[in-house]
């Protein structure tokens, strides 16, 4: 792992307003998290502390942002160094206050939170682990705990942890400080890309003056952004399991892997039990696999009376440790469900599935990206009632809990890394390619056990034309498909068929298009010939399943007119029209699915096209439904009762709460 900042890295030396470039640049980058990336769930053997609530902050602003290096903030407590304001978590810190220069704050940003741990944790000869764990923060965190520094993470929206015990131990009944730095600030490297302008012209900016400059369409939030948790485990526990199933009508088979640290000297035992807590299989060791008779498959949403089925898996670990007997126990959620791709279909439990469903974004008023329940499950309960059966996590991984939830609602995922806005050609060299690589890693690591996710997108809209492109993509997918044989992989493109060079790698084809808003503005009548051809063209060229992955138009809520002009409410329906009357063709081909952009609107950089974000969502930024969420609702919940799979019992628009 590269030196810290306080290793001596702050500041580039260079002449003005280059060593703004923070100290980002000198921490290098944080090495692949060794180990398993287990959600922290209480279990008979491990108990959790939520650390959510108000966070003392502090945004350097400094003018080589790195006075909190040089002075050492975390060695105090953090008001100790200068004013501090009150910060939740999880949210982002850019729209909490009034301060329009937090709002577009670039660099370290401090927060630090007191925490007292139950007596019982720090008591027994070190027989427990005490584990400190972030869901996410953005974007590059470096973690102290009383001054000590315990973790570096680079990236955000992936989880990251370390074992605090030896920290924490020694001082019972003691207050623990925890000290976060973050920096948001992007590189040509960092997944998502970016990159820092100097304005240098001294007739037209300040001195100093500088922009980040990114290549995606959403406001870069910064923070904490999902839960920060204490959990426990023994000194000897499980580290990871590995979960895959195979199944025919009658039996399914559960292959587990489990990898335990602390001792070689321990025992394995794991039961499978159903909904009603009856035990189907048991098994023993490391790795096996456990028999299911008559299973209940895992379903998506409106393929089955009862979609997501869930069986339990208990896993019990037993060790020795100085004459004591150490347990730990770990339940899993598993889902049994199969994933096949043909040259024209996408099968789930060797059925037809086809993706009506939404991209999304976690936005929202004020929180910004962090969690937040009430948005969480108001916005699930909207996906069920517009008959949405999934949806793409564009454009990065989406938070844990929200992950939970499509497990258990059956919302199928196309699961998307961080890869979005890729058009540097200095972002496909190796350091780029390296980093991707690792971020697939913990990806994989913390999202493989959902029976929710049924693909892999390594990244959108990058510049896949480009020479080097061909291998980038060629290598993050082998990588990818390396770590996860079971699931298909992709990327969603922008490119032409002819020039892409990423294509011919992956499994399904997902293609964006914004026929009549982007291209022909206000041309509805050109859809119709330019889709077809769309698809035509792809399917020709790789005989691949394809998925619209993106198509919309921006409507300013309230705003009508008939005839349909751009940014009308009746614009952005007759353009859903004129797409999926191309859709209902060519689904009988080889069309798998389509995905509307987006499902609600969502705040972006400033910019003329964008008036207070990008407007293309079907629902408002604050879920209410836009004229075009009727139409789509129609359109699934048709779809969904055409399907012939569908069991009588849900051919009806009530039945979609479980
Ligand atoms: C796209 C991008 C998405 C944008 C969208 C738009 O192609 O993938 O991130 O927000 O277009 O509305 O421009």
């Not at 290793?7 to 398993?36: E, T």
């Not at 942002?65 to 100790?80: E, H, I, K, S, T």
């Not at 993470?153 to 989880?159: A, M, Q």
Request: charged share 20%; with cysteine.
């Amino acid at each position: 792992m590269a030196a810290g900042p306080s290793g001596g890295g702050v500041g580039c030396g260079m002449a003005g307003g280059c060593c703004l470039l923070f100290s980002l640049l000198a921490v290098g980058r944080a090495a692949a998290l060794p180990g398993g990336m287990l959600y922290p769930r209480e279990t008979p053997s491990r108990e959790r502390k939520e650390l959510g609530g108000l966070w003392s902050f502090r945004a350097d602003f400094s003018p080589g942002r790195d006075a909190g290096f040089v002075q050492r903030w975390y060695r105090q407590p953090l008001r100790q160094t200068g004013p501090v304001i009150d910060m939740p978590v999880p949210a982002s810190f850019n729209d909490i206050t009034q301060d329009p220069s937090l709002e577009n704050y670039i660099g370290w940003v401090w927060y630090e939170k007191e925490v007292l741990l139950p007596l019982r944790w720090l008591q027994d000869d070190l027989n427990t682990r005490v584990v400190l764990r972030f869901g996410s923060a953005h974007y590059y965190s470096i973690v102290w705990v009383n001054g000590v520094q315990v973790m570096e993470h680079e990236g955000g929206h992936l989880p990251f942890e370390a074992d605090i015990s030896s920290i924490v131990q020694g001082s019972p009944g003691i207050p623990c400080r925890i000290t976060v730095a973050l920096n948001n600030t992007l590189t040509p490297h960092t997944l998502p890309p970016g990159s820092i302008q100097y304005m240098n012209d001294k007739t037209r900016y300040p001195k100093n003056y500088f922009v980040q400059n990114i290549r995606f369409d959403f406001f870069n939030y910064a923070g904490i952004h999902r839960p920060v948790v204490l959990y426990t485990t023994p000194s000897v526990y499980i580290d990871d399991i590995t979960v895959t199933t195979t199944s025919s009508e009658s039996v399914a088979m559960v292959q587990y892997q489990v990898s335990v640290v602390g001792s070689t000297l321990y025992s394995l035992s794991l039961s499978l039990r159903d909904q009603e807590g009856k035990v189907v299989a048991t098994g023993d060791g490391p790795a096996g696999e456990l028999k299911v008779l008559n299973p209940n498959l895992w379903w998506p949403y409106l393929m089955h009376k009862n979609p997501g089925y869930r069986y339990c898996l208990e896993v019990k670990m037993q060790a020795q440790v100085n004459g004591a007997l150490l347990e730990d126990v770990y339940t899993l959620p598993v889902g049994i469900r199969t994933i096949h791709v043909t040259s024209t279909q996408f099968l789930i439990n060797g059925r037809p599935f086809y993706f009506h469903g939404v991209n999304k974004h976690e936005d929202a008023d004020i929180r910004g990206k962090g969690l937040d329940w009430p948005l969480v499950v108001k916005d699930f309960n909207l996906l069920r009632w517009l008959g949405a059966n999934s949806f793409r996590t564009s454009h990065y991984p989406y938070a844990e809990e929200i992950m939970d939830l499509c497990d258990a609602y059956g919302i199928v995922v196309i699961d998307e890394c961080p890869g979005v806005g890729i058009k540097m050609l200095e972002s496909f060299g190796n350091k780029s390619l390296q980093h991707h690589l690792v971020v697939m890693e913990e990806l994989i690591r913390r999202d493989k056990n959902r029976p929710s996710v049924v693909m892999w997108s390594v990244a959108n809209e990058p510049a896949s034309e480009l020479p080097p492109a061909a291998y980038y993509f060629k290598t993050v997918i082998a990588h990818t498909k390396a770590l996860d044989p079971s699931r298909p992989v992709t990327f969603v493109t922008d490119a032409n068929y002819a020039l892409d060079r990423g294509a011919p790698y992956v499994d399904v084809i997902c293609v964006n298009s914004y026929f009549s808003w982007y291209h022909d503005p206000g041309h509805l009548e050109v859809i119709p010939l330019q889709l077809t051809t769309q698809f035509e063209n792809w399917y020709k060229t790789y005989q691949k399943p394809i998925i619209q992955s993106e198509y919309g138009a921006d409507s300013v809520p309230g705003l009508h007119s008939d005839p349909p002009l751009m940014f009308s409410e009746e614009y952005q329906k007759a353009m859903l029209r004129e797409y999926h009357s191309v859709f209902d063709k060519k689904r009988k081909e080889y069309v798998i699915g389509e995905l509307i952009w987006n499902f609600a609107d969502f705040m972006t950089n400033q910019g003329t096209t964008r008036v207070l974000g990008n407007k293309k969502g079907i629902f408002t930024r604050q879920r209410q439904p836009k004229s075009a969420a009727f139409v789509l609702r129609e359109r699934y919940w048709k779809i969904a009762n055409e399907s012939s799979c569908l069991p009588p019992i849900i051919k009806s628009h009530t039945l979609f709460l479980k």
